[in-house]
């Protein structure tokens, strides 16, 4: 349960202390995400919840922004830690967002801070039949 750039103790103590960001009010579930870039570098994320629950952004997602705000495109792997008592998968929007920078099999590693369970998922199981670019046709604006 490693990878080629982080130990697997060094994840969890890096998502124990990450976790205690999570701004999680409505809910109280905390949700803490660590990516790591094919470059090898880390990306965080954490949720955080609005009043107005449609503004609220995932981890995950939080995550991915912050990696290609730094200039990066291409997710390695992606580590989730919540408080709840089973590790938790990424949501649907999530994994969309995933699949625009990551390959079908990326695994995503879910663990449960609560109850130290883990869970690991291929993308392509995650999110089978994915949208993506190669349905996209650009359209030329005509002149009618």
């Excluded at 880390?42 to 609005?50: K, L, S, T």
């Excluded at 992606?78 to 008592?85: C, L, M």
Aim: with cysteine; net charge positive.
């Amino acid at each position: 349960m490693s990878n080629k750039h982080l130990k697997w103790e060094e994840i969890i103590t890096m998502l124990e202390k990450l976790i205690k960001n999570s701004y999680s009010p409505y809910s109280g579930i905390k949700v803490a995400a660590i990516l790591v870039s094919c470059k090898g570098s880390r990306y965080i994320g954490v949720n955080v919840e609005n009043a107005s629950y449609g503004l609220t952004e995932c981890a995950e997602r939080v995550a991915v922004f912050n990696m290609v705000a730094n200039g990066e495109k291409c997710i390695e792997s992606i580590f989730i830690a919540s408080n709840t008592t089973k590790p938790l998968p990424p949501c649907g929007a999530c994994r969309q967002v995933i699949r625009e920078f990551a390959k079908l099999d990326t695994i995503v590693t879910s663990i449960s801070l609560t109850t130290k369970e883990v869970a690991q998922w291929k993308l392509e199981d995650l999110l089978p039949y994915s949208f993506t670019k190669q349905y996209i046709t650009r359209r030329e604006h005509s002149s009618e």
